[in-house]
């Protein structure tokens, strides 16, 4: 019989704006303590609200952006 009181997993929610750090660790399929590094690294924004770490989702684009551009190969000039 299926748990009807499971919580739904929110880290697919595009509507959220902001993350838990399990959520946005989810959404780059890393780890939660690879996802505190990046934060306490400054590589991924977060917000503090009261005692809560709060990853802004657009963080979580900007990361993959920079990312994605820093191991773009480079093409030689001839």
Same mark, same amino acid.
């Given at each position: ?8 997993? &929110? ?5 959220? #704006? ?28 977060? #917000?503090?609200?009261? &005692? ?8 979580? &684009? ?12 480079t093409s030689a000039a001839a």
């Amino acid at each position: 019989m299926p748990d009807t009181h499971a919580t739904p997993s &929110h880290a697919a929610d595009p509507t959220l #704006v902001l993350l838990t750090v399990e959520e946005a660790a989810r959404r780059l399929s890393i780890g939660r303590t690879t996802c505190f590094h990046l934060i306490g690294s400054g590589q991924l924004e977060s #917000v503090p609200i009261g &005692h809560l770490r709060r990853v802004p989702a657009e963080a979580v &684009h900007d990361f993959l952006a920079r990312l994605r551009k820093a191991n773009r190969p480079t093409s030689a000039a001839a």
